[in-house]
């Protein structure tokens, strides 16, 4: 294997690598939305509140995405 060749396995490896981090923040999202949607259908007058936490709950984990974004372009 030459040089080119193994330089190109080592970039298609490292999308790999980012796809299955991204799974991580999209499940992760998921579930405080859910749990947020839960919440306000229980106690609507706790919704904003609830809606607030869940917004920051999601700017976090879009964090952690963003945070392996910028890392699958360093390494």
């Known amino acids: 294997m030459d040089f080119a060749s ?5 970039g298609a490896l490292k999308l ?10 999209g499940i992760g999202i998921g ?4 749990s947020a949607i839960e919440a306000m259908a229980r106690q609507p007058e706790a919704a904003g509140v609830a809606r ?10 879009e964090a952690l ?3 392996g974004f910028v890392l699958f372009f360093i390494a």
Do not use: H, Q, R
Request: negative net charge; charged residues 5%; proline residues 3%.
């Open 6 to 10: 193994a330089d190109a396995l080592a």
């Open 16 to 25: 790999v690598g980012y796809g299955l981090a991204a799974i991580g923040p």
């Open 31 to 34: 579930i405080v939305a859910g």
């Open 52 to 61: 607030t936490t869940m917004f920051l709950g999601i700017a976090f984990t």
């Open 65 to 67: 995405a963003l945070i």
